[in-house]
């Protein structure tokens, strides 16, 4: 077709470089944990513990960011520049302004957090987290900031850059992580201090790049003081909903992180070791479901539907060829990875038993699950998923977990048996939403906002 959005060129420009940034972001998580890993069990426990509360509060930046770029997608497509510059202002400003209150929040309430959550465990694991908490506790603001201007450069087709900065900030991690661990020897606050400053810089140079005036998406000024309430209300419309669902899916997985730490350190550490591996399984699903977000929601604003059919079934396909194949590779290579962890004979079988659940979970259902969704919540249809993820959290997740680990006396496995079932679930709902064709509803760029825009609003 002559009028198709995007060429073949078009997407592999867009998925190559997310997936690139996807590895390198997960990749990097995994020597973390094996730096961490060389100082003790306990500490690497501890890291583990909050890095389940920092998914949970970097997830919600990274759904404020989809709303935005989700909005400012619809305006491309719609050729509307004026708001597309007016919505990534306003973006940058509210999330700027959530992140500050969290990060007050997270500093204030440290210990009281941790015991929430993770309720009694032992004190050299509370040890480690407490200060692990602290200094991360820090770059909030910054990786709010990172992932607002990344995904607006991904909502404009422009992946690179995000990249290249995601290069620069793991880069600047695994140095210091090289300094602060081993040589300074300061563990947990050492492998903090390390994330910390890597992304500190990394949000610097992304919100300076955001600035240049011949981008599809520019922000000329950081004026976070200067809100348009009506326009930010828009953009929550989209990521509220999207926020809470990722907000109760991590909510649910410290729950559960909770159940697996009264399990012992055993379980914890083949827990966290699985964790920081499982993401790697699943790289190429998660980039193409943030290609199909910025691909889907160019065609809704165009009001392209049938286009953006033909992307969803095209880039479905695709995940399910790479995640089958990527995960063949993993599962071969599996136990010569886990060598890479200190580990006892123990926590490795059970780090391998974790891996091998998840890796066929991945293959079967996973694409339908969460790639799929992404094209809904393109087209601001963000409520279905929201209600269908939380119910399959809380029923099957949760629920089965709990069933399996007293009933069934499985262990730390009932909470990865318990996953399948729950992607399974999503799987039947979501598959049933885009045959029903339910998901095409109104898009933003088709009630204009009925307000007079300033240049400060667009600049």
Request: hydrophobic content about 55%; glycine content about 8%.
């Amino acid at each position: 077709m002559n009028n198709q959005l995007f060429s073949k060129s078009d997407l592999r420009k867009l998925i190559i470089p997310l997936i690139i940034e996807q590895t390198l972001a997960l990749t990097v998580g995994m020597f973390d944990a094996i730096m961490v890993a060389s100082a003790g069990e306990s500490i690497m426990s501890g890291v583990s513990l909050v890095d389940t509360i920092a998914v949970l509060i970097i997830n919600l930046f990274a759904a404020l960011a989809t709303g935005g770029a989700i909005a400012a997608g619809q305006y491309i497509g719609a050729k509307d520049k004026e708001n597309v510059n007016c919505a990534a202002k306003q973006l940058v400003n509210i999330t700027f302004l959530i992140s500050i209150v969290i990060t007050v929040l997270c500093l204030l309430l440290n210990r009281q957090m941790l015991s929430l959550f993770f309720g009694k465990i032992e004190a050299d694991v509370m040890s480690s987290a407490r200060a692990y908490f602290y200094i991360t506790t820090l770059s909030f603001p910054f990786i709010a900031l990172f992932n607002a201007a990344a995904a607006l450069f991904r909502g404009m087709g422009n992946s690179k850059i995000p990249m290249i900065n995601a290069l620069i900030m793991n880069i600047i991690n695994l140095i210091g992580n090289a300094i602060f661990i081993y040589g300074a020897g300061w563990g947990a606050f050492g492998a903090g201090l390390s994330t910390t400053i890597s992304r500190v810089i990394a949000a610097i140079v992304m919100m300076v790049m955001l600035r240049r005036p011949a981008l599809d998406i520019s922000v000329r000024s950081y004026r976070f003081w200067d809100f348009n309430p009506k326009i930010i209300k828009r953009i929550l419309g989209i990521g509220i909903p999207n926020g809470f669902e990722n907000c109760t899916f991590q909510i649910g997985r410290i729950i559960l992180t909770g159940l697996v730490a009264a399990l012992g350190t055993t379980s914890i550490a083949a827990n966290g070791v699985a964790n920081s591996l499982t993401g790697i399984e699943v790289i190429p699903g998660i980039a193409i479901g943030l290609a199909l977000t910025t691909v889907a929601a160019q065609c809704v604003g165009a009001n392209e539907y049938e286009q953006a059919k033909r992307y969803i079934k095209q880039m479905l396909k695709l995940a399910y060829a790479c995640l089958i194949g990527f995960n063949i590779f993993m599962l071969v290579i599996l136990r010569p990875l886990l060598g890479l962890y200190t580990l006892s004979p123990e926590t490795f079988e059970l780090a391998f038993k974790i891996m091998l659940i998840h890796g066929f979970g991945a293959m079967l259902v996973w694409p339908v699950s969460f790639v799929l969704p992404n094209a809904f919540r393109a087209a601001s249809d963000v409520k279905y998923p929201m209600f269908i993820s939380i119910f399959s959290m809380i029923v099957f997740r949760i629920g089965f977990s709990y069933l399996f680990a007293y009933a069934a006396n499985l262990g730390v496995l009932s909470v990865w048996f318990a996953m399948t079932i729950d992607w399974t679930f999503r799987s039947i709902c979501f598959a049933w939403r885009y045959f029903s064709g339910k998901w095409k509803k109104t898009n933003i760029t088709q009630t204009p906002f009925d307000l007079e825009l300033t240049p400060s609003d667009i600049i």
